[in-house]
């Protein structure tokens, strides 16, 4: 069955076909400006996305890093005569260099007990505050000799 005509149905044909005459497709350049400038917004978000990620993990894993960094302790030990190179700090107490009783040395993990408290490392011997340092035992097998590090000392 046909439909009888309706006029607003009419109207709205004559419409279509009077946009379809004026209408006319937009110029490439336009057109290539605009992929232009989603590529260019679409690129400074992942680089923004990817900057924040890396920012974020790094934060992340300073501060579940255990403990706090502790100074290096010198390669060589300094002979009882020189004085060592750079900063001198306060001799440290006798209770925050000895192992507790019952320990032969520091902690075996990191963060526990003697990790950041100035402890000497295995090896060593914490320094007495009453006599001066002694050098450090040669291992056997390094050659016993005198440390060659290139500098002289006399």
């Not at 900057?51 to 255990?66: D, E, K, R, S, Y």
């Not at 060592?84 to 520091?106: E, I, K």
């Not at 001066?132 to 050659?143: E, L, M």
Request: net charge neutral.
């Amino acid at each position: 069955m046909p439909e009888p005509q309706d006029p607003l149905r009419s109207l709205f044909q004559q419409a279509a076909d009077e946009g379809r005459a004026r209408a006319v497709p937009a110029p490439v350049e336009r057109i290539a400006e605009r992929g232009r400038r989603v590529h260019r917004r679409r690129v400074a978000g992942i680089a923004a996305g990817a900057f924040l990620l890396l920012a974020g993990g790094g934060a992340a894993a300073v501060t579940l890093l255990p403990g706090q960094k502790t100074s290096v302790v010198p390669a060589v030990t300094p002979s009882p005569g020189e004085s060592p190179p750079g900063p001198t700090s306060p001799p440290p107490t006798p209770s925050s260099t000895l192992p507790a009783p019952g320990t032969t040395g520091p902690s075996a993990t990191p963060g526990g007990p003697g990790a950041a408290t100035g402890t000497a490392p295995e090896g060593t011997t914490a320094p007495s505050t009453s006599e001066p340092p002694s050098a450090p035992a040669t291992p056997t097998g390094t050659g016993g000799g005198p440390p060659t590090d290139g500098s002289t000392h006399g």
